[in-house]
C-alpha cells in the first residue's frame, strides 16, 4: 500500500505483544493454563471483557486467606454476586475448552462466542477510523485472521511435521 500511496493506519507499526487487545489474549491463555496467576486473572477481570471495577476487584482480592488465589476466591464467591458468578461460568467454559481443543480453535471460539471479539475491538482504539474499519470488514478480519495467527505462532513450539493435519492437531 506504501509503495502505491496508499495511506495506511499505522497497525503495520504496531508490536504485537505489547497491544493490550493482545495481552488480554494471552491473559485468558494464562488463566486457562494456571489459574494461580493472580496478575493475569486480575487484569482480565479489569479489562472489557469482564469490566469489574477497581473497586469489585479489591473486595474480591482483599478478603482472601493466606495463600488462597483470586481465582478460589471467585470460586468461592460467586453465590453472592451475579457478575462474579457469571465470570466464574466464562473462565470455567474457556478452561474446559482449552483443555480440548487446540488453540487457534479455542480463540477462534471464544472471539466469536463469547463477544470477545467486539470487546477487543472496543480496546483497539481506532481513534475517528471506525467507520473506515467497520465499512471494509478489516478489523475482524485484523483481529479474527492476522493477530490470532501471530499469538498462536509465537505461544505454540515448532510442529514436528509442516503439513495441515500434523499442525492442527499439535
Known amino acids: 500500500l506504501k509503495n502505491r500511496g496508499i495511506a495506511v493506519s499505522g497497525v503495520d507499526r504496531l508490536t504485537l505483544t505489547e497491544h493490550i487487545a493482545v495481552k488480554d489474549l494471552l491473559a485468558i491463555a494464562r488463566i486457562c493454563l494456571l489459574t494461580e496467576d493472580d496478575l493475569s486473572l486480575a487484569s482480565l477481570l479489569r479489562s472489557p471483557l469482564f469490566a469489574f471495577s477497581d473497586a469489585e476487584l479489591m473486595e474480591l482480592a482483599a478478603y482472601r486467606a493466606p495463600g488462597e ?36 480453535d479455542f480463540f477462534a471460539r471464544i472471539l466469536a462466542r463469547d463477544r470477545v471479539r467486539a470487546r477487543l475491538i472496543q480496546r483497539l482504539g481506532v481513534e475517528g477510523r471506525g467507520d473506515y474499519y467497520d465499512h471494509s470488514g478489516a478489523m475482524r478480519d485484523m483481529l479474527q485472521n492476522h493477530l490470532l495467527q501471530l499469538l498462536c505462532l509465537t505461544a505454540i513450539e515448532p510442529p514436528s511435521q509442516f503439513d495441515p493435519s500434523a499442525v492442527r492437531n499439535e
Open 69 to 104: 488465589s483470586l481465582y478460589d476466591r471467585i470460586r468461592a464467591s460467586a453465590h453472592s454476586s451475579p457478575k462474579t458468578a457469571s465470570a466464574l461460568e466464562t473462565l470455567e467454559r474457556w478452561r474446559k475448552e482449552a483443555a480440548d481443543s487446540a488453540v487457534f
